[in-house]
């Protein structure tokens, strides 16, 4: 069985402040991928990033970066200098193995307030 | 590549009448999902197929659900009869081995 939490339901910021999404996972697989999805107000879900289970390295990318720990099975997501077209519906996944089968995480709501 | 094409965009009906929600896969993508997005169960995947044979259907939530791959470019899910609690928004996704899964636009399903 596999399980993903995200924590935080809703999070508010003011534009330019950093901020951190917390994901934290379950699975009993030793290969797996972690993904981070966006879904902006108009719906659509926009693929940000994926990490397989062998690679711990931190990723950067713009104003996004990822921390993926497994001693603590966290895949956590900070965005740097929010802005507001930031504000959407934040998920974190997880698949065993290749890419099938994901499961969701229940997502975090960011509101950016500019 | 146009992505992942879903249709209709919005669906009313009424219950108890049958509705069938289509799909388009990225060309080349050999994985199709099926996923049910709520407030109160979040994304939900509901079956996928690969290399258009289904793969993993538990996600299904009643026999009233029923997906349909006939070929590489389309399948359909449909659900029939449909009740009020089959409101949801519909996603369609498709990868290749390995790779990530692009989502549509998605089917927003309302039945009264």
């Known amino acids: 069985a596999q399980k993903v939490t995200q924590a935080q339901t809703e999070i508010s910021v003011v534009e330019k402040e950093d901020v951190t999404l917390d994901c934290v996972y379950e699975?009993?697989?030793?290969?797996?991928?972690l993904f981070w999805y966006k879904q902006p107000p108009s719906g659509e879900l926009v693929f940000l990033i994926r990490?397989?289970?062998?690679?711990?390295q931190n990723e950067i990318s713009g104003r996004y970066s990822w921390n993926f720990q497994k001693s603590t099975s966290s895949f956590n997501f900070t965005i740097t200098a929010s802005q507001v077209v930031d504000s959407a519906v934040y998920f974190c996944?997880?698949?065993?193995?290749?890419?099938?089968?994901?499961?969701f995480g229940t997502g975090t709501k960011l509101q950016v307030i500019p | 590549d146009a992505g992942v094409i879903q249709s209709p965009r919005h669906e009313v009906t009424e219950m108890g009448q049958e509705v069938t929600l289509r799909c388009k896969p990225i060309?080349?993508?050999?994985?199709l999902f099926w996923y049910r997005q709520t407030m109160m169960r979040g994304l939900e995947l509901l079956i996928y197929?690969?290399?258009?044979?289904?793969?993993?259907d538990s996600g299904m939530p009643e026999d009233r659900f029923s997906a349909k791959m006939p070929n590489a470019s389309f399948s359909t899910l449909k659900i029939q009869p449909s009740e009020p609690r089959d409101s949801a928004v519909y996603f369609c996704?498709?990868?290749?081995?390995?790779?990530?899964?692009?989502f549509g636009q998605g089917t927003r399903l309302t039945v009264v």
């Open positions: 197929f690969n290399n258009n044979v289904p793969i993993d």
């Open positions: 699975t009993r697989d030793t290969t797996y991928y």
């Open positions: 996704a498709s990868s290749s081995d390995r790779s990530e899964a692009f």
């Open positions: 996944a997880l698949s065993p193995g290749g890419y099938q089968k994901v499961t």
């Open positions: 990490r397989n289970s062998f690679d711990e």
């Open positions: 060309s080349g993508h050999d994985y």
